[in-house]
């Protein structure tokens, strides 16, 4: 484009680059559930270790108690390590996970064990659930919760949200939390 500028020695002309196009994303495709899949790995595979195990969540150590070891393996490559090679958790009754709180942590073993997502109530609720859900599900190595939380938060964008949602996308390189 060409813009004419006005000044004391006369009009000169100047020329304007257009700002480039803002950045598309391809939209956010969530694979179809592996849960029935997944539980039926636990039949028959002596290699998946038994028992139940109670985790102690947050700072002030929450119970989630009697999650059966067997099902949290099937569905995170992350517990079928912790709990089948013979890490210290292999054998402990008890696992302290403190980079969460208790209602975050238990959404997501909720969703490892019925395939359910729970991001709570209210706009600005959910929102943050996604985002610490998200974070577990990339610790945890559970790819279509991630994906579910993703989409859960590009469809989430509010008052209450969207600066919490551009921190996102800039602290996990997301540009998609954006789109």
Do not use: N
């Not at 029935?36 to 002030?60: H, I, N, Q, R």
């Not at 610490?132 to 559970?142: D, G, I, P, S």
Request: net charge negative; charged share 20%.
């Amino acid at each position: 484009s060409t813009l004419l500028v006005s000044s004391i020695v006369g009009l000169h002309q100047v020329c304007v680059a257009a700002p480039p196009p803002p950045p598309s994303f391809a939209p956010i495709v969530v694979p179809p559930s592996t849960f029935s899949a997944d539980m039926a790995k636990t039949w028959g595979d002596a290699t998946l270790p038994e028992g139940k195990v109670t985790f102690l969540v947050g700072d002030d150590e929450e119970r989630i108690e009697y999650v059966t070891k067997a099902v949290l393996c099937a569905r995170s490559p992350v517990f079928r390590t912790m709990f089948g090679i013979g890490m210290k958790e292999r054998d402990a009754a008890e696992v302290t996970v403190l980079e969460t709180d208790l209602a975050s942590f238990t959404a997501f073993i909720d969703y490892l064990c019925t395939d359910q997502l729970d991001l709570g109530e209210g706009e600005g609720e959910q929102a943050r659930r996604a985002l610490v859900l998200r974070e577990l599900a990339q610790m945890y190595q559970v790819p279509r919760l991630e994906l579910l939380c993703a989409q859960a938060l590009q469809e989430s964008v509010g008052p209450a949200s969207a600066v919490p949602l551009l921190e996102a996308a800039h602290t996990m390189g997301d540009g998609r939390l954006l789109a």
